[in-house]
């Protein structure tokens, strides 16, 4: 009966779909496309209307097989992209900035930058409003590229001017990829959204001219603006375009603020530490102690000699002027329980030796004065340290003697 046709038939592509996936998996890409040419062979005897949804498959599988193919070239790959291109109207826009991507991938920039002009030149009805989230994707994309026109440009007349040369149609190239790259770039930063390539890319225009405030006025836009997403980028580059214009001491420690209460792992903890420490005020000393013990609670600062070396240094300040030691008892308590295990055993005490001795002072000292002389890490380190640096070692086991 038909139904009983239609039923084995449809069971039919389904089992060639599992094969297809299960080659993909497994890396067997030939394998996989010669399930894949099966499976576009079967929707060819297949009359019903659920057209839209095997069409997505073929282009999503398609797509991941020619870039992994042994035998995959960029022509197999463009003819396959302009035919999936007309094969579902919803989704050209989607399938025009892959084909990008792809053709980036392979460095074919001036190919990749046509067919996204292309793809900005497509109407097609109601789907063009439909489509104005991707369409506005398009645009920036040639716009990053318009920028990387620009910086190529830029850097060959910062060359020239340097040997004494002047070239105007190289300075009224680079103006023109400027004005459209900035155009696009601008458009795409409103959205909210996590557009770090886009924003660093037309904060770095608007620096190379001068427009200071405006840089500031984006990264600051994009950094605090609560309809974005949290994203750490956006406060690390607003702090870096602070640091590099001799912004005030109080903005760049708002902007470290906010990365610590996002990322307290961040490698910029250490600036941040740094900077608080100079400080005169005790609020902002004591948040530099909060700061690099968080940074510490995690195990990839376990061997960072300069967290190590932050932290003695305040721990040791503390204990000698007798002020604030409720502050380290604070931060100790709640890691009183793990950190030794953590951070001083004697097998980390052994290869800390070996492997950096400014390490292994750093931490000796704020393991001695934290859990004391028996502290295993301690005593190891100790031990060897006064055969190796007899003075430097002797002094230290004399402070943690008094201060632990």
């Not at 797509?63 to 007309?86: A, D, P, Y």
């Not at 600051?220 to 005030?248: C, D, T």
């Not at 195990?299 to 502050?327: M, P, T, Y």
């Not at 390490?359 to 340290?385: I, T």
Request: glycine share 4%; hydrophobic share 40%; aromatic share 14%.
């Amino acid at each position: 009966s038909s139904n009983e046709h239609s039923l084995n038939f449809w069971k039919s592509k389904e089992l060639c779909l599992g094969y297809i996936q299960d080659a993909m998996l497994q890396k067997q890409w030939k394998r996989a496309a010669e399930f894949l040419a099966f499976y576009i062979e079967s929707l060819e005897k297949d009359f019903s209307t659920e057209y839209m949804g095997p069409s997505e498959m073929i282009w999503r599988i398609g797509t991941e097989i020619l870039c992994n193919h042994s035998h995959s070239n960029i022509r197999g790959f463009n003819s396959f992209t302009e035919q999936m291109k007309t094969l579902g109207v919803k989704r050209y826009l989607k399938v025009c900035l892959e084909h990008a991507f792809h053709l980036l991938c392979n460095g074919l920039i001036d190919e990749a930058y046509q067919n996204l002009s292309l793809a900005e030149s497509w109407r097609f009805g109601e789907q063009t409003v439909v489509q104005d989230k991707e369409m506005k994707l398009i645009q920036a994309y040639r716009g990053l590229l318009d920028y990387y026109s620009w910086s190529k440009q830029k850097d060959i007349l910062l060359e020239y001017e340097k040997d004494g040369f002047e070239d105007l149609s190289v300075e009224q190239e680079m103006h023109s990829c400027f004005r459209k790259a900035a155009v696009n770039l601008k458009e795409i930063i409103k959205i909210p959204g996590v557009w770090d390539l886009f924003v660093k890319s037309y904060v770095d225009l608007l620096e190379f001219y001068g427009d200071h405030h405006e840089a500031q006025e984006v990264l600051s836009e994009y950094a605090y603006n609560s309809k974005f997403p949290a994203n750490p980028n956006a406060h690390v580059y607003l702090y870096q375009f602070l640091k590099r214009h001799g912004a005030s001491k109080k903005s760049l420690v708002s902007a470290l603020k906010i990365l610590h209460d996002i990322v307290p792992s961040h490698e910029l903890m250490i600036d941040f530490n740094t900077m608080l420490q100079k400080s005169k005020k005790r609020k902002r000393r004591r948040l530099g102690l909060e700061v690099i013990f968080a940074a510490l609670d995690y195990a990839g600062w376990k061997e960072n000699v300069k967290a190590w070396s932050c932290l003695a240094r305040q721990v040791k300040q503390i204990v000698v002027s007798e002020k604030h030691v409720d502050w380290i008892k604070q931060e100790w308590n709640s890691r009183k329980d793990w950190w030794p295990a953590f951070h001083f055993s004697r097998y980390s005490a052994k290869r800390n030796w070996q492997d950096n001795e400014s390490l292994s002072y750093g931490k000796a000292l704020v393991a001695g004065v934290l859990l004391g002389k028996d502290c295993k890490y301690f005593k190891y380190v100790s031990h060897h340290g006064c055969k190796a640096q007899v003075k430097r070692f002797r002094t230290l086991k004399k402070f943690v003697n008094k201060h632990s």
